[in-house]
């Protein structure tokens, strides 16, 4: 197979020195525009010669044979390398194909993604098939190799074993490890880990960290253990004190952490004039946040807050490639790239009007081009969820002598309960909420309480989580019943309840993770349940990323999870979790 994948390769490459020779005609060509010239910094007025899904020319002249090409003229417009997202989640509700296109139609023409999802609902054979039909998409999808599940999971050392993370570091479409979120670990003495992460750097492939409020000390430590590059600084002297380490460092902008503002401001008060190892990312933010693009959006932020427009371009397209050793093949306008490309009205607006993917219109003059499904999700099992086995009534009983608070976004401290917690309703003028962790399978459970996510809504349900188990949160165990059964109806998803009555969903038809619509639909529905939480006492920022993180291990101070609630500092299981 390999053999034969050459063979056709090769066969590509003589066609393309064909194009040049005037013996073949380009599929494409983009007339009088003026590209950024990502290598020298300079925008440089050219033709573009394009056959298929590569650039084969830039540069002044013309093609002698122009038979079968597409002519655009681009005279007055600005192109520029199809943007990269080295550091993409992409199952925050929405699926990978679907947030693919979403993104390729603001310019975001690469994604950089989390392997998680595949750990929990394929095994390696069917999600290596998966990734391969990425591929086929006109966006190029990339992928990172996780090395443990950012929470507890009872089976850890089956779902992350060796003989897995050696075959998925070595997939030609995965092109990093991490991201680190398990490092207090390495730092402990985690021999595995540690073998994992060498034999990727072996690979040729760098380790994404994961490394939030890191002293120096620690950065070094990580340093030397292989880590390469780190998306946590929330501070521009954080920043810094990781470029001086030699890390490529990714600048936030999320739907949970929106720092980039203010952290291009830091770096440039702090005299940074060197943007190499820069890029952006937007973290796996939450469709709503993302309704206007990605890396865009990071782009346009970053000039505007005073960042050489140049160096913006770069950051959001070079730089990311040639972190992953893929700059042979993408972020910039030159021969044998992949034909990538965006299309702008102006050098300051990198807003795009015509997009290019793999030599593909997506957007096309502003108007969105159809882009044909290519993902068969049935093929792969991943379908609506199945209950065989019911919530019951004792299932809803709670004595727990501590709870969860939500101090902010991220952070959950303990605190104790100090109300009665078994009568069917809590009062509505206490903080508190029932919390119950259950399995998808309905084999075990975890009954607490939890502070500061809502005063009075009787029921939220979501399938989504960290470690794919349903998740309740309420005043009302009658209404938590409801919600499950609503949930069973629509085979996984989000579902709120209110004195007896469903307020709203969001099936979530495959695995009970992501949505099957599309992106516009799911971010009215988003919108929609935010709404509804904030009416009903909801005071934070987002509140889909407080639910995937409440059973996340790699976030302070306290996590409800399949093991039960843990100290995270510790590592210690403070309340086991209980067998239905």
């Known amino acids: 197979m390999f053999a034969n994948d050459n063979y056709w390769r090769n066969r590509e490459l003589r066609q393309h020195v064909k194009v040049i020779d005037g013996l073949e005609s380009p599929t494409l060509i983009l007339k009088n525009g003026t590209y950024l010239n990502v290598f020298i910094k300079e925008w440089i007025k050219a033709n573009i010669w394009i056959y298929d899904d590569r650039i084969v020319y830039v540069g002044e002249k013309f093609p002698e044979n122009t038979d079968h090409a597409e002519i655009i003229d ?26 693919a296109n979403h993104a390729a139609r603001f310019g975001t023409t690469t994604l950089i993604n989390d392997n998680l999802m595949w750990h929990f609902l394929l095994d390696k054979k069917k999600a290596f098939s998966l990734i391969d039909e990425f591929n086929n998409l006109p966006m190029s999808m990339y992928w990172w190799a996780r090395f443990d599940s950012q929470t507890a999971l009872q089976d850890e050392g089956e779902v992350f074993n060796t003989d897995d993370i050696l075959s998925w570091i070595t997939h030609p479409s995965v092109v990093q490890g991490g991201e680190l979120t398990s490092w207090p670990s390495l730092l402990n003495g985690n021999d595995r880990l540690l073998y994992w992460i060498q034999e990727t750097k072996r690979h040729g492939k760098p380790i994404e960290g994961h490394l939030p409020g890191a002293s120096e000390k620690t950065l070094t430590k990580m340093k030397l253990l292989g880590v390469t590059a780190d998306h946590e600084p929330i501070t ?3 920043v810094l004190r990781r470029l001086r380490l030699g890390y490529s460092v990714s600048l936030r902008n999320s739907s949970i952490r929106p720092d980039l503002p203010q952290l291009v401001e830091e770096i440039l008060d702090l005299g940074l004039s060197n943007y190499d190892n820069l890029t952006f990312t937007t973290d796996g933010s939450t469709p709503a946040f993302s309704k206007k693009g990605l890396i865009n959006v990071c782009i346009d932020i970053a000039i505007k807050k005073g960042i050489p427009l140049e160096d913006a371009y770069r950051m959001g397209s070079y730089n990311a490639a040639r972190h992953f050793r893929l700059d042979e093949t993408l972020g ?33 003059e ?19 969820l199945a209950f065989d086995w019911e919530l019951e009534q004792n299932d809803v009983q709670f004595s727990m002598p501590m709870g969860l608070e939500m101090v ?9 309960i100090n109300i009665d917690i ?8 206490k903080e508190d909420a029932f919390l119950l962790l259950i399995d998808r399978n309905g084999k075990w459970r975890v009954n607490t309480t939890i502070k500061g996510f809502t005063n009075r809504l009787g ?24 919600a499950w059964k609503r949930l069973k109806e629509i ?5 709120l309840v209110h004195e007896g009555e469903v307020l709203t969903d969001l099936p979530l038809s495959l695995g009970g993770m992501m949505s099957m619509e599309s992106m516009d639909d799911i971010i009215e529905k988003e919108k929609q349940i935010k709404a509804y939480l904030k009416e009903f006492g909801y005071n934070y920022d987002d509140p889909i990323y407080n639910i995937l993180f409440l059973s996340a291990t790699h976030l302070p101070y306290v996590r409800i999870t399949q093991q039960g609630i843990i100290d995270i500092k510790k590592r210690e299981v403070l309340f086991p979790a209980t067998m239905c």
């Open 74 to 99: 681009c005279e007055g417009k600005y192109l520029v390398p199809g943007y990269v997202e080295p550091h993409s989640h992409p199952f925050q509700l929405a699926n990978p194909e679907e947030l």
């Open 236 to 238: 521009g002297e954080e």
């Open 332 to 364: 910039s306008i030159a021969p044998g790239r992949i034909a990538h490309i965006n299309i702008l009205d102006s050098k300051e607006n990198p807003h795009p009007v015509s997009v290019l993917a793999k030599g593909q219109w997506v957007l096309k």
């Open 366 to 384: 502003k108007e969105k081009q159809e882009l044909l499904t290519k993902i068969n999700w049935e093929k792969y099992g991943i379908a609506p």
């Open 408 to 416: 902010n976004n991220v952070i959950v401290k303990p605190y104790t």
């Open 422 to 429: 078994t009568p069917e309703e809590l009062p509505k003028d």
């Open 459 to 482: 029921a939220i349900a979501s399938s989504f989580s960290s470690s794919g188990d349903l998740i309740f949160i309420g005043k009302s165990k009658k209404d938590i019943l409801l």
């Open 491 to 495: 085979g996984g998803g989000i579902v």
